[in-house]
C-alpha cells in the first residue's frame, strides 16, 4: 500500500512536470497551429543557460533564475522571427521540418558546448520543503515542483482570462482572419506565444534539471513525450495538458513500478496510438468535425 | 514521328499522352543511357572501395527516399516512422535468412512486403486523421517499433544482433563491394522505374489529387483511406526493401541504427531533394549522405589539430549542428530543393542568351 502511495506521489509529480512542459507547446500550437518539434531542445537550452550563469557566472540563484527567464523569452522571440516567420502560409510539412531542423541545430550547439555528459546543479533547495505524511516521502524537489507549476498555471489562467495580450491571444487561436480585421496585431501575437512558449519550458527545463539532473539527451526526450501528454489532453488545450501530463506520469510510474522499467519510456507512445484511432481530439480538445 | 531533338524551349504539349512521357526528346532518353552505362561499366571498376562505400550507401539511401517521396511528396502525408520501418526491413530479411534460409532473392522482397504490412497498420490512423495528427501517429510507430525489436529477443536477439549469411546465385557469392555495387543499384533502377511509372498510373494521380485536395478528390469518387494507406504500404515496401539491402550489406545488424535520428536524415532526403519529384529524392539521399561523409572527415581532420583540443571543445556534435542548419537553409531559401535547383539550371542552359 505504502508502495502503491508512493508511485502515485511520484506519478504526480512527474505528470505535473510533463505538464508544464506541454503548457508551451500548447501555446504554440494553439496560437499558430505549429507542431514544434524542438520544444524538448527549448528546455535543454533553459536549463544549461541557468547552469551556465550559477556555475560560470556564479550568480545568486534568484538572478539566474530571472535572468534565464528573460534570456529564453528573447530568444523565443528571435526564433519566431527569424525562422518562423517566413514559413506562415508555407505547407504543414515545411513547418515541421523546420521545428525539426532547428531541434538537431539546439542540440548540436548544447553538445559542442556542454558535451553529453550529466551535470547537475548545486543543491540549493532547502531540506525543510520536504513533506513527511506518514510513510510517504516527498522530496524537496517535488514540493517545489509542486508549487512551481501551481503558480503558474495560476498566472497563465489569469493572463488569458484578463490581459489584453491573452485575450489577442485567445482570439487569434480561434479566428485568424476575424481577429485579423478587428484590429489584432496577429504576428505580434505569434511572436509573443513564442516568447511565452520558450520561457514556460526553459522553465520546466530548470525544474527538470534540478529534479534529475541536466542532460541534453534526455531533455529532448521529453520533449517528444510531450506528444502523447497534448493528444491525451487535447492538442489546443491549457488545462488538458495538465490532466494528460499527470494520467501520462501516472501511468509511466505505474507501469515502471509494477509492470517492468523497460516499458514505461514505451507506453506512452502506446496510449497515444489508441487514443488517435478512438478519441483523436483527446480529452479536452476542440472537435473538428472532418470525415474525409 | 521519332525524331533525335534537344529539348524544346518551351511546353509544346499537344495531348495528354504527351503530357505523360517520362522522357520529353530522344535527347533526353539518350542521356540516361549513357549515365547508365557509365554507372554500370565504367564506374565500379574505376572507383576504389571507399568511393564503392559511398555509393552503395547513396543507394540504398535513395530507394527508401523514394519510397518516402511516395508517400510525402505525391499523397501529403507525413511519416517520422519511416527510420524504423526500414529496421523492420533488415530485420525481416535477416530473419528470413537466417532462420528459414531463404534466398535473398526472395527474402529482400518479402521483407519488403512485411514492411509493408507494418506499416499499414500506423497508417490506420488516417482514416480519421489527417496531417499533425498522423504525424504523431507515426512518430508513435517509431517508438513503439524500436521497443519491440530490442524486447522480443527470441525474434531479433534484442541487442545481440543478427549476423547475416552471404547472398548466393546458384554459386556465386556477392561480397564486397563491387558485387552488392551491382547488386544495389540494378534494385534502385527498377524501383525507381516502378515509381516513375506508379505516378503516371490512375493510383499516382489518385494520390496527387489526395495531397491537393482531398476534400475535392472524395468528391471525385477516390476512395481516400484506401489510397492513403495504399501509399502508405507502397512507401513502406520501399523502407523495407532498402532496409533488407542494407542488412545485407552491412553483414551483422544490430537495433542501433533505426532510431528517430534516421527518420529525420530519410525526410530530409525528401526535403532537400524535392518533394514530389522522383529524381529530386536521389539528389536529396546523395547530398545528405555526401554530407555525413563530409562532416565524418572534418570531424577526424579537426579532432587532430592540438589548437582545438586545447580549446576543450568536443567536435563531434559539429554534425548534427550542421545537419540542421542544412535542413533549415534549404527550407528557407529553397523549398523545392535541389530539383529545382538542376531544373534552373538546365533551363537557364535551354533559354540561353534570352534566360529572363
Redesign the interface.
Known sequence: MDFFLQLLVNGVCVGLLYGISAMGFVMIFKSS?V?NFAHGELLALGAFFFLALITWAKLPIIVAFILTLVGCFILGFLIEKF?LR??IG?K???V???T??????????????W??NLHTYPSFLSESLSLNLGAIHIAPVYTATMVISIIFLVIFGLFFKKSSQGIYMRSVADNQKAALSLGVHVRRVFALSWAIAALVASMSGIVLGVMNGVNVHDLSSIG?KV??VV?LGG?DSIGGAIIGGIIIGLLETFTGGYLSP??R??VP??V??FI??IK?YGLFGLVEI??? | MRKFSFHPCGNYHESYKQELNIFETDFGRACLLIFLAVLFFVVPFVAGPYTMYILNTIGIAAIAAIGLNIL?GYTGQ?SLGHGAFFGVGAYAAAILATRLDISFLIAIPAAGFITAGVGMI?G??SG??????L???T???Q??IE?VL??WESLTKGTMGIVLPAPKILQWTISGDRAFFFLIFISLVLMTLIAVNIMRSKYGRAFIAIRDN??AA?GMGIP?FKYKLLSFGISSFYAGFAGALWAYYMVSITTEPFN?GLS?EF??MV?IGG?GNIPGAIFGATFITLLNELLRYLTVLLMNINFVINLG????????????????LF??IE?KGLAELWRIIRSSFKLWPFSY
Open positions: 497551429s507542431l525562422f517566413p514559413l508555407e504543414l510539412i515545411f515541421i521540418m523546420l525539426v531542423g532547428l531541434a538537431a541545430m539546439f542540440k548540436g550547439f548544447i553538445l559542442l558546448i558535451g553529453g517528444l506528444f502523447p493528444i492538442l523497460s516499458l519510456d514505451v507512445y502506446i497515444l496510438v488517435l484511432l483523436p472532418e470525415r474525409v | 510525402i507525413i500506423f490506420l490512423p480519421r486523421l489527417k496531417g499533425l495528427y504525424t504523431i501517429a512518430l508513435a510507430g517508438f513503439i521497443y530490442i524486447q482531398d476534400r472524395e481516400i528517430l529525420v525526410i530530409a526535403i518533394m571543445f568536443n567536435i563531434a556534435p559539429l554534425k548534427e549542428f550542421v545537419f540542421g542548419l542544412a535542413i533549415v527550407i528557407l523549398p
